[in-house]
């Protein structure tokens, strides 16, 4: 970041913000997940499991365990309660342990590096999307945390874990994403400075963690951190001050960079970067 930066008080971001041209199907394969049975009699699907096996996979409990705790009634399915011994689940019940909701899956943290041309959803019939890309990355039902607009690139991330992804949801406390940003002309330093110092669209208070320019390169070119898992917030912003966006890459999550992730590929997160993520 340049002298020209707008700023909260906050400094230069470190390293990877530091405001240079550096700013630098659910899985394929999965069956499709049928209406459950409601007696929780076996029709010899291979999706079933049964309900003790499906909460001693969660981690919480021996299979022995989880019998005792379905007998006393701290297991339901589906918002029912249920104790009885033998009785089966699918993949896609929500399953719940004292009020807590559990998944027998393994947890699976995957990071792509997304190219231009892919839609960012789960669903079907969308075309090139980015559930063909991490197709083979897992077994586990994983899905994008935030979206990234079909022409935009960069940083997405997958998972099936509801902690990690509850992370990303609170605009205040969340993980901050750093963009790479290129307009249709120059962005007017007044402009910056107001977009830095918050303003209100329709009322609602829009706020960013760091905008700056990038130095070496023309004002078009704009570095913004924020901690908001749509990329439709970007284009509000720009729009409100009469911007078009040419190119949107996400060039870091939280401390997740590009580093050794092609594009158009992905990789797994390791131990100590899913621990370093759980503790921003």
């Known amino acids: 970041m340049n002298r020209q930066q707008g700023g909260k008080g906050k400094g230069k971001p470190s390293g990877r913000g530091n405001g240079n041209k550096r700013f630098t199907s659910y899985a394929r394969g999965n069956a499709p997940i049928k209406k459950s049975n409601p007696q929780g009699k076996s029709s010899g699907n291979s999706d079933e499991i049964r309900l003790n096996k499906y909460v001693a996979n969660s981690g919480m409990c021996s299979r022995r365990e989880a019998d005792v705790h379905i007998a006393t009634g701290l297991v339901s ?3 029912k309660v249920i104790t009885e011994m033998g009785y089966k689940v699918k993949v896609g019940d929500e399953v719940r342990y004292d009020g807590v909701r559990i998944n027998p899956e393994k947890k699976a943290y995957v990071l792509l590096n997304k190219p231009k041309g892919f839609a960012t959803t789960t669903s079907e019939g969308k075309g090139r999307t980015v559930m063909d890309l991490v197709a083979n990355a897992t077994n586990s039902r994983i899905k994008p945390i935030g979206r990234l607009g079909r022409n935009s690139k960069g940083l997405l991330l997958f998972t099936n874990d509801d ?13 901050a994403r ?5 307009l249709d002309k120059n962005l007017k330093l007044e402009d910056l400075k107001k977009i830095q110092n918050g303003f209100k669209v329709e009322g609602k208070l829009i706020e960013v963690e760091e905008i700056s320019y990038i130095d070496g390169a023309s004002k078009k070119e704009i570095g913004l951190k924020i901690k908001n898992t749509g990329n439709t ?6 729009e409100h001050f009469k911007y078009d966006i040419l190119s949107l890459d996400c060039v870091a999550i939280g401390h997740l ?3 050794d992730i092609p594009r158009g590929h992905w990789k797994h997160l390791t131990e100590q970067e899913l621990s370093t993520l759980m503790m921003l």
């Open 178 to 182: 750093l963009f790479h940003i290129e």
């Open 163 to 175: 902690a990690v992804a509850n992370k990303f949801t609170n605009s205040k406390n969340g993980v």
């Open 77 to 79: 399915v589906n918002g």
């Open 257 to 259: 960079t590009k580093k």
């Open 233 to 238: 917030i970007i284009r509000t912003i720009f």
